[in-house]
C-alpha cells in the first residue's frame, strides 16, 4: 500500500489518528448478498461519519470536516489497509454530493448533505437513459415548469441503488426548443413522491445494484433546482468529473487490496507446495502490479488538481482511462491464473479464491462504460486535451 | 506540463541551464550526426563535463554538487525529449554513485577523472538483462583474480574505465563492484554491430585479472548494496528517457494530425485516429507520473522497495515507449517511415532502451517472483 505525502507532520498526524480510531473500531464482516451487504454498509457509513470520517474535505456547513483531500486519501488508505469496507453511499459522497456542495442553495446543503454523509439518505444519480447513452444531451425526459412545481415525465436507466436510494440527482429537459446541451436542468427528486418507481436489473455479476426508474407525472418544488433553469448541462459535467476523478483515486486504493491479496495467497500456495510459482504466474501478478503502481502515481496529480481546484478537467478523462484499462488488465491477469479451474472453484488454483476473481473480473468490464464509455474519454481527451478537432 | 513538478529549485535551474545549452549549442545537424555514429560526439562529453554534468551526483568532497540521482531524472526525461544520445548515464550517473561509496583512494582517484571527462566509463554488468541472463555471461572474483566476460557493455568499445559487477561471484557468493582500466592486462574489447543509433555496444572479456585492494568499489553487503543502487537508478533514469521520447513523439504526432488533411478535412478530427492520439497521451501522462512519482519516494524507500518501484517503473516504460512510438508511426502514415522525417529515430531509440535492464515482460516476471517470495 502506497501512503500519500510522506514527510508531511499534518497528514501523518492525521494518519496515526485514523490508525488509532480504526484499531479500535468494530470492522464489521461484509455478507456476500446485496441486500445484506447494503444493511451492514450503511449502518458503517453512520459510525464512520459519526466518528468525523464521511464527507472528509467537505465544508463544515455541508456537514464535513473542511479538510483536504489529501487527508481523505489518507483515510481512504488507511480504510483499506485494516481491511475495512467503504461506506455505502458513494455515489452521493464522491460524485453527487460534491456538486450539490459547490451550486447547490443554502437550503439544498444544510438540509439534504449532512443526511447524505451519514448514509441517512441514499442517492442516486439519473443521467442515462434508453436512447440517450453516451449522447447523454440528448436525454428526453421533461420537465414542465407548473407554478412552484416541476412536473417530471420519463425514463431513468443504469442507475445504481434506485431502489434504495431516498434521493435522486436528475437531468431532465426543460426547455424542448434550445439547442440540447442548453435546455437541461439539474434537479433533486425525493424518490418516495408519488409516480416514481425503480425497478432493478440484475446484473452480469449476479448484483441487482442498478435500476430502471420511470418517472410519471412527479412533482418537484422548484427549490429542488440546483444552478440556474436550463443551466444544468455544466452540473452534469462536474457531476461526471467526479465520478472519473475522485472516484479513481477510491478505486485505485481497492486495486491495490487487491493485488495484495494475490500476492498473500499465491504466496501461501507456493511455501506449501514447496515450490516458486511458474513464470506464468510470476509474470502476470508482476504487470498487475505495475499497472496498479502506476495508476497510484498518476492519481498523485489527480490531488494536486483538487488541492489547486483544478476540477473539472479533461485530465479527469485520463484518470478514468486509467481506471479501466487497469482494472480491466488487473482482473483479467489475476482470474486468468484460474485457468480450467474457474470450473471447479474450490479447488483453489495457486490459492487463489476462485469465485471472487470471476466476479471482480466480471464486474471489470463495466469500468469502460459507466461515468463515459472509454471512447467518450477518447474523444474529450483528444478535443479537449490534445486539441483535435472535432469530427 | 513542468518536468520537474515539486522539483527543488536547484533542480529546475540545472534544467534550464541544460535546455538552454541544448537550444544554443545542440543544432538538430549535430542530433543526426551523433545518431549517425551511434552516440559519438566528443566534443558534447567536453562541454557537458566543463558545464558540470558529471559531478551533479557526486560528492561535494569530489568537487561535485552531492545531489541525489532524482535530480537526474528531468534532465533525462529533456534527453529522452531531444534525442540526446552518448553516454550520460555513464557519466552522469555512475561515477558519482560510485564515488559514494568507494573508499580505496585507487578507486576513487580514477571515478573523479570520469567527473571532468578525462575518463570514459562503461559498465560490466550482466543484470542489464533478465531473460537472457545467461547468454550475457557474468563475472567472478577468486584470490585478486577476476575473470569472465560481459557480452553487451554500453559504449564498452570507446571507455577506457570499466565498472564490473560481480553479482554473488565473489568468495562465497559474495558481491562486489570494482574498477578496472581496460589497459589492464586480460582485458579484451570486442565491438559489436548494433541497430541502437544512441550508443554502441562491445564484447569485454576478462581473462584472469589481477585486482587489488585500490580497485575494489564496494564488497560483501557494500557490493550487494551497490549492485542494487545502481541497477535501480539506470532502471529509473532510461524510464525517464523513455518517458521524454513518448512525449516527443506524441507531440508530432498531435501536431501532424491537425495539419494533415484527408477527405477534406484535418485527419486528427476523425475518431480512428483521435482514439490513437488520444490513447497514446494517457499512457504518456501515466508514464510522466509514474516517472515522477518514483523520483519522489527515492529519497524514503527503503533500497529493495526502491529497487521493486524501479523495476515496475522500468517495464511500464518499456511498454509505453514502444507502444507510443508504434501509435505515432500509424498516425504518421508513410513519412513516418522515412528518412525524410525524425521519428524513426525516436523508434529505433525506444527499441534500445526498452531490453535495457528488463523489457515489460522481464521486469514482469522478476517483480512478481520479488513479490512472492517477500524480497520486500
Known amino acids: 500500500m502506497t501512503d500519500t505525502s510522506r514527510n508531511d507532520a499534518d497528514l501523518d ?15 464489521p464482516e461484509v455478507p456476500l448478498d446485496l441486500e445484506g451487504r447494503f444493511t451492514v454498509l450503511r449502518e458503517w457509513q453512520k459510525t464512520l461519519y459519526e466518528a468525523g470520517f464521511v464527507g472528509i474535505a467537505w465544508s463544515r456547513k455541508a456537514g464535513g470536516q473542511g479538510l483536504s483531500p489529501l487527508h481523505q486519501l489518507v483515510f481512504s488508505e488507511e480504510l483499506a489497509r485494516a481491511g475495512a469496507p467503504q461506506p455505502i453511499g458513494l455515489i452521493g459522497v464522491d460524485v453527487v454530493g460534491k456538486s450539490i456542495e459547490t451550486y447547490g442553495l443554502d437550503w439544498q446543503r444544510e438540509q439534504l448533505l449532512p443526511r447524505l454523509l451519514s448514509g441517512e439518505d441514499i442517492w442516486c444519480q439519473g443521467f442515462s437513459e434508453p436512447e440517450s447513452g453516451s449522447d447523454l444531451a440528448s436525454l428526453r425526459t421533461r420537465a414542465r415548469l407548473e407554478g412552484d412545481e416541476f412536473v417530471i415525465n420519463g425514463q431513468k436507466v443504469w442507475t445504481s441503488w434506485a431502489h434504495k436510494a431516498q434521493w435522486c440527482a436528475l437531468l431532465a429537459r426543460t426547455d424542448a426548443d ?36 420511470f418517472l410519471e407525472d412527479v412533482r418537484v418544488p422548484v427549490r429542488n433546482l440546483v444552478g440556474g433553469l436550463h443551466e444544468g448541462w455544466a452540473i452534469a459535467q462536474d457531476t461526471l468529473s467526479h465520478e472519473r476523478g475522485s472516484y479513481t483515486l477510491r478505486r485505485r486504493v481497492e486495486y491495490e487490496v487487491a493485488v495484495e491479496e494475490a500476492v498473500r495467497d499465491i504466496r501461501g500456495h507456493a511455501d506449501a507446495v514447496g515450490t516458486e510459482p511458474p513464470d506464468r504466474v510470476l509474470e502476470q501478478l508482476g504487470r498487475s502490479y505495475t499497472a496498479v503502481r502506476a495508476l497510484e502515481a498518476l492519481t498523485r496529480r489527480t490531488v494536486r488538481r483538487q488541492v489547486a481546484g483544478e476540477i473539472p478537467s479533461p485530465l479527469d478523462s485520463v484518470d478514468k482511462l486509467g481506471l479501466n484499462e487497469v482494472e480491466q488488465l488487473l482482473y ?38 459507466y461515468g463515459g464509455t472509454s471512447q467518450i474519454q477518447k474523444n474529450i481527451i483528444g478535443e479537449r486535451l490534445l486539441g483535435l478537432p472535432r469530427g | 506540463m513542468s518536468d520537474c513538478w515539486g522539483c527543488p529549485v536547484a533542480d529546475e535551474e540545472i534544467l534550464r541551464a541544460v535546455g538552454a545549452f541544448l537550444d ?42 552531492g545531489l541525489s540521482p532524482a535530480a537526474l531524472v528531468p534532465l533525462f526525461r529533456l534527453f529522452g525529449r531531444r ?29 573523479a577523472a570520469a567527473l571532468t571527462g578525462r575518463r570514459r566509463v562503461a559498465v560490466l554488468d550482466p543484470g542489464t538483462t533478465l531473460d537472457w541472463r545467461a547468454a550475457n555471461g557474468s563475472l567472478t572474483l577468486d584470490a ?16 577506457d574505465l570499466f565498472v564490473a559487477v560481480v553479482d554473488g561471484g565473489g568468495p562465497d557468493g559474495a ?28 564484447r569485454v572479456t576478462l581473462d584472469g585479472v589481477a585486482v587489488g585492494p585500490g580497485d575494489v568499489v564496494a564488497w560483501r553487503e557494500d557490493g550487494a548494496a551497490l549492485v542494487t543502487a545502481l541497477r535501480g537508478w539506470q532502471r529509473v533514469l532510461v524510464a525517464a528517457e523513455l518517458a521524454g521520447i513518448a512525449r516527443h513523439v506524441l507531440d508530432l504526432s498531435v501536431a501532424f494530425a491537425r495539419q494533415r488533411e484527408q477527405f477534406g478535412r484535418p485527419i486528427g478530427s476523425f475518431q480512428a485516429v483521435k482514439h490513437i492520439a488520444a490513447s497514446a497521451a494517457q499512457r504518456v501522462i501515466m508514464l ?89
Open chain 1, 13 to 27: 498526524a492525521y494518519r496515526r489518528r485514523v490508525r488509532a480510531w480504526l484499531a479500535r473500531a468494530d470492522i
Open chain 2, 83 to 111: 534525442l540526446l544520445t552518448g553516454p550520460l548515464l555513464e557519466q552522469m550517473l555512475l561515477p558519482g554513485l560510485l564515488l559514494s561509496t568507494a573508499r580505496a583512494d585507487g578507486a576513487r582517484t580514477r571515478l
Open chain 2, 144 to 159: 585478486g583474480t577476476l575473470a569472465g566476460s560481459v557480452d553487451l557493455v554500453r559504449f564498452g568499445a570507446v571507455s
Open chain 2, 24 to 65: 544554443r549549442g545542440y543544432p538538430d545537424e549535430r542530433r543526426l550526426a551523433a545518431l549517425r555514429s551511434q552516440g559519438e560526439d566528443r566534443r558534447l562529453l567536453d562541454e557537458a563535463a566543463a558545464q558540470g554534468w558529471f559531478g551533479l551526483v557526486a560528492p561535494e568532497a569530489d568537487g561535485g554538487l
Open chain 2, 175 to 202: 558481491s562486489a563492484v570494482l574498477v578496472v582500466d581496460r589497459d589492464r592486462p586480460g582485458v579484451t574489447v570486442t565491438g559489436h554491430r548494433s541497430t541502437d543509433p544512441g550508443a554502441s555496444y562491445a
Open chain 1, 332 to 369: 483479467a491477469s489475476v482470474t486468468d491464473l484460474l485457468g480450467p479451474f474457474r470450473l471447479a472453484a474450490d479447488r483453489a488454483p495457486f490459492g487463489l479464491d476462485g469465485p471472487r476473481w470471476v466476479k471482480e473480473h466480471y464486474y471489470s468490464r463495466a469500468a469502460s462504460v
Open chain 2, 288 to 376: 510522466e507520473s509514474f516517472v515522477e512519482a518514483v523520483a519522489d519516494d527515492s529519497a524514503t524507500l527503503a533500497p529493495e522497495s526502491f529497487a521493486l518501484a524501479a523495476l515496475a517503473l522500468k517495464g511500464a516504460a518499456a511498454e509505453a515507449g514502444r507502444s507510443v512510438c508504434e501509435d505515432a508511426l500509424q498516425i504518421h502514415g508513410g513519412i513516418g517511415f522515412t528518412h525524410e522525417h525524425e521519428l524513426h529515430w525516436f523508434y529505433k531509440r525506444a527499441l534500445s532502451l526498452r531490453t535495457w535492464y528488463g523489457d515489460e515482460r522481464e521486469t514482469a516476471t522478476e517483480t512478481g517472483r520479488r513479490l512472492v517470495s517477500a524480497r520486500v
Open chain 1, 178 to 213: 434550445a439547442p440540447k446541451h442548453r435546455g437541461i436542468s439539474y434537479l433533486l427528486v425525493d424518490m418516495s413522491s408519488p409516480g416514481v418507481t425503480a425497478r432493478p436489473l440484475v446484473q452480469m455479476t449476479g448484483d441487482d445494484e442498478f435500476c430502471e426508474v
